[in-house]
Every structure is written in C-alpha cells, then in structure tokens.
C-alpha cells in the first residue's frame, strides 16, 4: 500500500531554474496539500485542493503553482526557483477535511543555490 | 493566520519515566485538534484527532486530553522508550471547519528520550 508518493525526493537547482514536483495518493481521498517545512518555522501550507478541479492558496502561496490533475495526483510548481524556496516540501491528503486526518509523503528536499 | 503554540519546543526524558507537554489554540469556535508524531527523516504520522471538549484518546502508551474551554491540549508519554524520541506536532483547523483542513501547525515538542 503506497499510500502518498512524492518526487523527486531531493533535487539542486540554480537560481531561476523551474521545477514541478508529484505528489500522487492512492487512498482514493478527496483533499490534497503542499506544505514546505523550514527550520524554526514548522510546517506551513502552500496550496490545497479540496477537490478534483479546485485549488486554493495558503499561507505561502507566492512563486509557487499546483495543479490538481486528477483526484489521484496534485503538482507544485516552481517557476523561477529562489535561495528562499530551499526547504523540504510535504504533500498530504484526507478523506475528510478537518476531522480527517493527514496521510503525508516521505517529502522532498530541495536546494536552490 | 491561527495562533497554536506548543511548550516547551523540546524536552529530554530519561528512559521509563513519563512526560507530557502542551498545545495551546483559540478556544473561540472550536472545531478539532491533530495531533502528529514526526521521527527524523521521516513523515509526520497522525496520532489522534480530537473534537470533543474532555475527550482522551490512548495509543500504547501514548495519551491526550483536550479541554476546549480553555483552549489547551495535554500529550503524555507514559514509561518513555527511545523509540519515542520524535517531534510531536499539534494542528488546528480553522474555527468551524471552514475553508477545507487549511491546519495551521504548531512549532512542536521535540522530546529525546535517553537510554
């Protein structure tokens, strides 16, 4: 049982490169999230899907895109990548928003030098 | 943005003795509370969620109380083991379920527990 796969799991990139990353679940659930997670900060959403075809931002949306392309798989993109985007990226999903709880990804850790 | 504080940010417990530590949230409109367990170089893993004022939950030797009044969720470890050592992170929806799971994270308690 896969559960939520992410990839890549570690990536370099150069200022101004672009990249996506996949996040694909398998528990058939509804809801899906990118979370970045920061020394000192915690974990903190970047964008949601409630469901199949919406996405919305969270606390830190800016230079970053999704892209929820079926109820199984919901990319983050970095356009034009930023020494402040090294971090390590989370994807989760629920079945039931707010009272369900959170099956996370081994996540992926990404430099931008 | 939602205020969850968790204290202390880190606790070492010897080995067989029992600890807990502390979540705080807005207690205005309560809707549930996560609590997950986050070992290093791993994913954080859901240990409870809780929505009812006087609620307690138990996982093996893990149990947590919620008082929604005052807004503050208890996570005792009862006879630590090394395998305990992770950062334990609470989470809060937003007031009335609103805006679909949008958890703000506390900053953790990363708790060591010595041999």
């Known amino acids: 049982n896969a559960g939520v796969t992410q990839t890549p799991k570690f990536q370099v990139l150069k200022t101004g490169q672009s990249m996506t ?13 990118w979370y970045r997670q920061d020394p000192g900060m915690g974990l903190r959403l970047i964008y949601y899907s409630a469901s199949e075809g919406t996405t919305d931002k969270g606390e830190v949306p800016n230079g970053y895109n999704v892209s929820r392309l ?18 390590v990226y989370f994807c989760a999903s629920t079945r039931q928003p ?6 996370f990804g081994e996540g992926s850790r990404l430099t931008v030098l | 943005i939602l205020n969850v504080e968790q204290s202390p ?3 070492h417990v010897q080995e067989g003795d029992s600890t807990n ?17 986050w070992e290093t170089a ?5 240990l409870f969620v809780m929505t009812l004022n006087g609620d307690e939950k138990k996982k093996g030797r893990i149990s947590a109380t919620l008082n ?6 208890y996570l005792y470890i009862k006879g630590s083991q090394p395998e305990d050592s992770a950062t334990y992170l609470c989470a809060f929806p937003p007031p009335n379920g609103a805006a679909g799971n949008k958890l703000t994270f506390g900053g953790g308690t990363r708790v060591l527990v010595k041999p």
């Open chain 2, 42 to 46: 791993k994913s954080p893993e859901a």
């Open chain 1, 70 to 87: 079926n109820k199984r798989e919901f990319s983050l993109r970095l356009e034009s990548a930023a020494p402040s985007q090294t971090s």
């Open chain 1, 21 to 33: 990353l996949q996040c694909a679940q398998d528990m058939n659930h509804n809801s899906m999230y």
């Open chain 2, 21 to 37: 530590f502390t979540c705080s949230f807005p207690s205005s409109n309560f809707y549930a509370l996560h609590w997950y367990r």
């Open chain 2, 9 to 11: 940010q880190s606790l």
């Open chain 1, 98 to 103: 707010n009272t369900g709880e959170l099956f």
């Open chain 2, 68 to 73: 929604t009044k005052e807004g503050y969720s």
